[in-house]
Structure formats: C-alpha cells, structure tokens
C-alpha cells in the first residue's frame, strides 16, 4: 500500500539488499558510456562537470536552506575545505600507484580517497560551525557561515601548504565526466531518500514551526546539525571534484560570491525542491555561458562578452530580491518537478534550459 | 608600555566607528527584528556620495570647514534617502512574510550594491578602490615622548562625532516622544500600530536615522583608511554586525562596547600577531560568543512567544 | 473503540506523572506565575482554568521546558527537568497541543503524526555524561544511513510508523484526512489533528491548550467525550486549559484556578463554583457587591 506523500521505490521483487543500491549499479554503466561519447569535445566535458559541481552545491545546500528552513550563505567555504584537503592529499600522491592495478584504475582510487578525505574535513567544519550556531535563531547562521567562508580564505591565505593566495597547481586532473556524474547522482539520490524518510519530515516539521517541532519530541538543534553536517560534507566532495579538473585553485575560487551563487541556485529553484535545485543550476551554469556566446557572435560589443561575468553578480543580487519580491516560493516552491508541471503543461509550456 | 598605549588609541579610533555602523544595525534589529544584511553596503554606497562631493567642491574648498560639513551632510542625507528607498520597496511589502523572505532580500540587496559598485557603467565607480581625498589635514594633535605614542587629529576627531552621535541617539530613543514610539514598535509593532502610533513612519525614520550614521561613520572610515571600495561596505558592515552581537543584538550600548571591544582585539592581534589574520578575529570572536553567550554581554535570548 | 477500557484506575502512593512544586517565573519584573503547585497521576482529568492572562499558557509553558522556572521545580516522572529542552521532557512522556493551533502546515496529517512518532523512536533522554552522549549521536547518524540504504529494518520501522500514525488518525476521526496538507483542514479538524500528533509521542500526561477553543456546541460535546475516552483507552493523565466553563465543569475532576498568576483555588467542580475569589476574578469585583454574594 503506497502513498503519494512516501513513495518508497517500488519494491519489484528485489533483495531487499540490493535495493538500497540499486540505482547506483544502473548509473554507473550510464555514466561511464556518457564520459565515452563526449571525450573528443573537451569544452563540452569541462561545461558539463562545471554544472555537475554547481548541481551538487545546489542541491546539498537545499538540505539545509530548503527542507530544513535554515539559511546558510557560506557554503563555498566548505567547497574550499573539500578542494584544498583532497588537493593536497592527491598533490602528495602524485607519484604513487598502486601496483596492482592499471594506472587509470589507481589514480580512480586515489581520487576517490582524496575526495572522501576532503568531504569528510567539510563535514567536520560542518559540525564544529553548525553546533554552535544551529542552537540559535535563523539569522545567526547566515552570519556565522559568511564568517566561516571568511575564516577559511584566512587560514588558506597563511598556510603554505595551501599556497597561500597564488593557490594550489599541478594537482592530477584525474577527475571525469562519469566521476562528477557518479557524485551529482548520489547526492541526488541522498536528498530524496532523506526527504521522503520520516527523518526528512522531520526536517521540514523543523522548517514549518520549530517550536512545535521541538514539543513534539524532535530534537530540533541535533537534526538541524546532522542536515548541515551532510550538506557540508558534499559541498567538501564538490570542491574535491573541482581541484582536480580545474588547472589551479585559489580562494579566489571559493569567495561569498560563490556562496551566492549557490544560494540563488536553490532561491530560485524553490526552497524545498531538489528538482528546483537542479533545474535552477543548470539554467545559471548555462546562462553566463550562452550570453558571452550570444554577445561574441553580436560581434558588436566585444568588451560586453567580457562583462558577463562582472554583470552576473549584482544581477544575482537584484534576481533575490525580485524573487522575494514576487515569487517567494521560487519556481517550484517546495515541490518537485513532476508534482508541478502537470499543472502547468495544459496552459503553457514553460521552458526549462 | 608606549606601544601598548598606542595599540590602545588605535583601538578605540577604530571601535568608534565599528560603534557608529553597528548603532545602525542595533536599531533596525531593534524595530524589526530583522538583520539588515545591506546595511554596510549603504554605508559604502554614502562613502562614494561622500566622494563625489569632494570631487564636485575641489582641492581648496573640500578642505574647508563648509567643505567638510556639506561632504557629510550630502553623504549622509543621501544615504538616508536610500535606507528609506530600500525600506520602503524591499522589506515593507515583506513585513508580515516569513522572517526568511525579508532575510533573502536584504542579502540581495547587500550583493547587489556591492558588486552593481564594482561594475565601471555609467556613474559607477568600478572594482578598484580608489584614494579618498584629504578632507581632514593629518596632525599630531597629541605627542607623547620621542613620538612613542601619536595622537591624530581625526582619531579625536572621530571619536568626538562618534560620542556625540551615541549621546544623542540615546537622548532620542529615551527621552522624546519618537523614541517611545520607536520603543513600542520594538516591543510589538502590530499592538503599536493599535495603540494609533504610525508604525510605517516610525520604521522608515529608524532605517533613515541608521543609515545616515552609518555614512557619517563610513566617511570617517575612509578619512583614516584614505581610500574607499565597493567591497568596504562588507568587511566594515560584517565587523560591525559582529559588535552588535558581542554587545547583544538590540542593545544600544551594548553595540558600543561591543564595538569598542572589537576594534582593541584587532588592533592588538594585528600590532602583535600578524596583520594577515586580521579579518578572521571579529568572526572567531562571533563564534566565540556565540558559543558562551548567545544573547551577548548585555542582551538576553528572548524565548520567543508561544 | 475498545470494550470499556478500565474506567478508573486506581490511586497509588506512586510519584505523579507531573508535578509542579511551587514554580513561579518572572519576566523583567512582571511576575507571570508564582508558587504554582500541581500534581497529575495517570488516571487525573483536571483542568487549569482563569480570566484571560492569568498565566495558563505561561504555565504550560513552564512544564513543557519552552520557558525556564525562575524558582520551584518541575518534575516529570519523578525526575526534575528545569532546564531540560522541551523534547527532552516530551521524551519523559509529557505531550501538549497549542493555543494557537501549530500543525506543521505544508505536511499531510498522516506525517503530522509521524513525525511525532519518529521522534519517539530515534532519540534518548538518558545519561547527560559525555560517552552516552556521543553514543546517541552516532546511533542518529546510523539511523540516517540506514535511511540512505533502505535497509529492510528500517523500511519496516517506516511501515510501522505509517501504520501508528494511521491509528492515530482513526482514534480521532481523521483517517478521510489522511493525505491532505493540514493547513487544508477545517479548523475543528486541525485541532483534532494536533491532540492525534501529541499522542504520537505515546505520551503519559497530556496537555490540552484551549481545545475548544473556536468550536461550535456540538463540536464540544463530542470533544468532551473524546478526551474522557483518551484519558481511558490511552491511560492518560490529562490537563485541559480551558475557557469554556461548562465544558471545564463537565469532565474535570479538579480544577485549579489561576489569576494574575497566582493559584486562587483548586478543587472540585461544584466547589470551584461556588469559590468567592474565583467570582470575583471572572466576574470582576464589583459583581458580588451588586448581585449580593449569590453567583
């Protein structure tokens, strides 16, 4: 007997071991024959596992900014930490492979230690940030993330092993399309089966009235943390992914304008809607990159190709608040994309990127 | 003993005026409860006003008395005018939203007056900073030895506007009829309303009043920095919100010695520890903080109403 | 439902349930309870009643851990829970419903309840030392993972959620309501929808803020059948804030009156009635000189 609030997967017949992994077996191959088909088109490949990152930020801070109601703006310092631990974990392992194995397949291990090193550092500063701030009132945890993000371009700016402001090169650019794939569609599959446990409901109980929350028995602060725990743990593997297919990474990557970026991602997606997340990543990778083009075929205007990037930012700023403004709930509000278009379609086909 | 001294001066020239932008963000708090994320970017936006006045007078008259006071006056009343704007058309039509919305918009706001500055279109200033004139001729006001501890002139100078600016904020809040008014949309701004106090007018006064002290305490930020950026607006807001939760969020003298506090940790970690962790105290200390005391020195967490 | 469910259980010399032992709390100066005394057993069907701002709601307030008492302790199953968080004391056994109804609006009723129920299962209040404490953190994180790997334990733990839930829904009428958001809920159903939520946390006592509160005369008869009926097949001890007279009168065993924060009388129905002070708080004091004393 299902519902429509819990759609568990449908149980076909499976072991019921295989299916909690199931999904993952069938998208590997997928991936693997996608990355095949798209490695002659090095600009495509570089694009597509830009989006990926971002999809992975997107939806990650949607557990903590949406379904949590909590409200997050530093999650670009925790991309940071990612990069730079499994940057300089792979940087220091360069040279090592594991003998047993063809040398693509040993640097695939190493890249998915660094990257699980560097996710797992993420959540550590998830938890020691979050703990404190979490116990608190929505608005101190905007501020005390901004800070972190803060902190954390510091500290990499005084250490040497982190090459300080000039940044990390030479790190393997091990990473694959099928790679970010593989992580995009797991964070993915993490965010569903977290909002559709009652775990997950309780989050959003938590985002609803916290107080209520609390009288009922859920320990409002301890899921709010573990939230931000797992959010910060795939922003640390997004910024993994990032280091090693970018040539250099420097806080100049990872400043508060990447923490908005992300948070007008999911803003604009609808808070609550991993689909939204997604949709909305996509359509802000894509965007700069269309309108450079589009302004560079013009021909007229060389230099405005070039002010994109520049123009993006407080576009970004006003797109807030004009959101805010007159569509709070963003283009999902806090459904999914199947729940809503339906609704949609008969009038009006709205065009999704 | 000298150094320490100097350190101490230091300090303080540069609490003040943490005071002055974190006064700002205490009141707003205070009214509406809400964290007026953009509040350092006016501040900015009131510094470049500030500018382009200077600009306008010339070398020889941005120098006189007259020159200095219209510099002020146009900057602040401007920025007045803008913390109204934004009030009126942001977050007025989201007052009775959830918190979150009216939160969002002001991080917008913040971004986009930040980043729209660094753009060079038209009238905008572009990423670079640039040097801010010398209104205010540096002098030793006060020498101490074989010039171990050095007084400057802007540092009483400030200080001076600052406490003034304190004395009568508190003088409004406590002693007029305003000040009450603004008292009792703190407590409940739906029951004031009720009570016939006009609510609307008390708020966008409140953010007019934050905002023009705000670019008084931005000016005197570049008169001693003698530069101004697009991106200052962020580092002397966020300081500044991080004085008003040390002295408690909504507590008007709490912001002061909060700020005043902020400004003596960093200019003894950069005068003894290095100058390059800077910008990571004031967050440390917020986190710090809000770890011990999450209400601040002087404020208390109120339970919220069930 | 059940065939006559044991009417009365017997009093025992046991702790009670909930105890309040002399609680006052102080806001600033305003002191919005003072020596606030109460005891409810498994079995009590008492109410708290009192002109608007007598600090009922404060009083609530005070037991469920939303406030902190600034003297008096409160005690929960005989353990001493000033200072605890509220769902600490809720995992004790102490439920409560709110004045201003506070469903958690976006959800369906069957995971209004659920979560409630969820977070019975998941936590716990023992051992405030280091060890236990780390050691209920990690068992939350593997409750998570289980989640992320649907192992069959835990989809069976989800099932038997659901079907709780469900019950729960049935005792109070509410099964046709099932998937529909609560915010959608006629409002006589969402407040039968927040007792269903209190009682997913398989609570021992029971507070009830104002049940009554905006329903029509039919709605409270049928409601003061169904809280006698959750005091017995539940085996409840219940608190009820109300202020709706008659309907207080009609299924309280003792009632305790609150003005200006302070206990002006307790005991029963017919005696509370008849309390002089208790006239004069509702009524005004004006009332006993004009009408001679009769009420």
């Known amino acids: 007997m299902e519902t429509s609030s819990v759609p568990t997967p449908s149980p076909g017949g499976l072991p019921p071991a295989l299916r909690g992994i199931l999904p993952v077996l069938i998208a590997v191959p997928v991936l693997l024959l996608f990355d095949r088909l798209l490695a002659s088109a090095p600009f495509a490949t570089y694009l597509l596992s830009i989006m990926g990152v971002n999809v992975i930020l997107a939806v990650s801070l949607n557990i903590v900014n949406g379904m949590t109601g909590q409200f997050s703006i530093g999650h670009a310092g925790f991309m940071a ?3 730079y ?37 993420a959540a ?103 939230a931000f725990v797992v959010s910060a743990f795939f922003a640390g593997i997004a910024g993994g992914l990032f280091a090693h297919f970018v040539p250099i990474i420097n806080p100049g990557s990872f400043t ?66 004009a959101l805010m403004l007159l569509r709070p709930q963003g283009l999902f509000g806090m459904k999914e994309i199947w729940e809503v278009l339906p609704r949609w379609l008969p009038r009006r086909r709205k065009g999704l990127a | 003993m000298a150094q320490l001294l100097q350190h101490l001066i230091n300090g303080l020239a540069a609490g003040t005026i943490y005071a002055l932008v974190a006064l700002g963000y205490t009141m707003v708090y205070g009214v509406l409860k809400l964290i007026n994320f953009a509040h350092g970017d006016v501040m900015m936006v009131g510094v470049y006003m500030g500018y382009a006045t200077a600009f306008a007078l010339g070398r020889q008259t941005q120098k006189t008395f007259l020159g200095v006071v ?163 607006g962020l580092y002397v807001g966020l300081k500044a919100f991080v004085a008003a939760v040390i002295g408690g969020i909504g507590h008007v003298p709490g912001a002061v010695v909060g700020a005043l506090l902020l400004g003596l940790v960093e200019e003894f970690v950069v005068g003894y520890a290095a100058s390059t962790w800077r910008d990571a105290v004031a967050f440390g200390i917020l986190i710090l903080v809000l770890l011990v005391k999450p209400g601040g020195l002087f404020g208390r967490v109120a339970a919220e109403k069930v | 439902m059940s065939p006559g469910a044991e009417a009365s259980p017997p009093r025992q010399e046991e702790a009670p349930l909930l105890q309040a032992d002399s609680v006052s709390i102080q806001f600033g100066g305003l002191r919005a309870l003072t020596d606030f005394n109460l005891a409810i057993r498994k079995g009590d069907l008492q109410g708290l009643i009192g002109p608007n701002g007598a600090g009922k ?73 280091l060890g236990a404490k ?102 409840l001890g219940i608190l009820v804030i109300e202020h709706d007279m008659k309907l207080v009168m009609g299924i309280c065993e003792q009632i305790t009156v609150l003005d200006h924060g302070e206990t002006i009388a307790r005991g029963a129905p017919e005696q509370v009635r008849s309390d002089r002070k208790v006239i004069e708080a509702y009524l005004g004091d004006n009332y006993l000189e004009t009408h001679g004393g009769a009420a």
């Open chain 1, 85 to 121: 631990v499994a940057g300089v974990l792979s940087l220091s392992f360069k040279e090592t492979a594991l003998s047993f194995l063809p040398v693509a397949a040993s640097d695939q291990v190493f890249l998915v230690v660094a990257l699980l090193a560097g996710g797992a550092a």
């Open chain 3, 134 to 235: 780390l050691r209920g953190a990690l068992r939350n994180y593997r409750d998570w993972w289980r989640a992320l790997l649907l192992t069959p334990g835990f989809m069976a733990e989800e099932r038997e959620l659901t079907r709780q839930a469900e019950r729960l829904l049935e005792v109070m009428g509410l099964s046709h309501r099932r998937d529909e958001e609560a915010r959608n809920l006629p409002y006589g159903e969402q407040r039968r929808l927040e007792i269903a939520r209190a009682l997913g946390t398989r609570p021992r006592v029971l507070l009830l803020d104002e049940p009554a509160a905006g329903m029509n005369t039919r709605e409270k008869a049928d409601l003061m059948v169904l809280i006698r009926k959750l005091r017995d097949d539940f085996s």
């Open chain 1, 124 to 226: 550590l500063c998830g938890f020691l940030v979050g703990l404190p701030s979490l116990r608190l009132r929505g608005d101190y945890l905007a501020i005390v993330t901004l800070g972190f993000g803060e902190i954390i371009r510091v500290v990499v700016q005084n250490t040497d092993a982190f090459g300080r402001a000039l940044g990390l090169s030479g790190i393997p650019q091990t990473s694959s399309l099928a790679m970010v794939g593989f992580w995009v569609f797991l964070v993915v599959l993490v965010a569903r089966r977290i909002a559709y446990s009652s775990h997950g409901r309780s989050l959003w109980a938590i985002r609803e009235d916290e107080v209520a929350a609390e009288a009922m028995g859920v320990d409002t602060t301890g899921y709010k943390v573990r």
């Open chain 1, 256 to 321: 508060f304008v990447k923490s908005m970026e992300i948070v007008v991602m999911v803003v604009l997606g609808g808070l609550g809607s991993t689909t939204g997340a997604i949709v909305a990543a996509v359509f802000l990778t894509l965007l700069p990159e269309a309108l450079r083009s589009a302004f560079t075929v013009m021909g007229a205007e060389g230099s405005l190709a070039q002010k994109v990037d520049q123009i993006r930012m407080p576009v970004y700023g006003l797109l807030l608040v």
């Open chain 3, 57 to 129: 709601t404060t009083a609530f307030n005070v037991l469920t851990g939303v406030y902190r008492p600034t003297r008096g302790d409160v005690r929960v199953a005989g353990r001493r829970v000033n200072g605890w968080l509220p769902h600490q004391i809720n995992h004790l056994g102490l439920a409560r419903t709110f004045q201003n109804i506070r469903l958690f609006r976006a959800l369906t009723a069957l995971d209004n309840v659920k979560v409630a129920c969820r977070a019975q299962g998941a936590l716990h209040v023992e051992g405030a030392d």
């Open chain 2, 70 to 232: 219209l510099i002020f006056l146009v900057a602040m009343g401007g920025c007045a005018l803008l913390g109204f704007l934004i009030e009126r058309f942001a977050y007025r039509p989201l007052r009775e939203k959830p918190r979150l919305t009216a939160l969002i918009t002001a991080i917008g706001i913040s971004f986009a007056l930040s980043y729209g500055f660094q753009l060079d279109i038209g009238f905008l200033p572009g990423a670079a900073p640039r040097a801010f004139p010398e209104i205010i001729q540096p002098t030793e006001w006060l020498v101490i030895g074989d010039r171990d501890v050095v007084v400057w002139n802007w540092q009483v100078m400030s200080l001076l506007i600052a406490v003034g600016l304190m004395v009568g904020l508190q003088w409004l809040v406590f002693k007029t009829r305003f000040g009450r008014a603004m008292r009792a949309v703190s407590y409940d701004h739906r029951v004031a309303a009720l009570m016939g106090i006009p609510t609307d007018r008390v708020i966008a006064v409140t953010f007019m009043i934050g905002s023009g002290l705000a670019a008084g305490a931005g000016l005197l930020y570049a008169i001693k920095d003698t530069s101004v950026s697009p991106l200052m």
């Open chain 1, 81 to 83: 930490v990612g990069a």
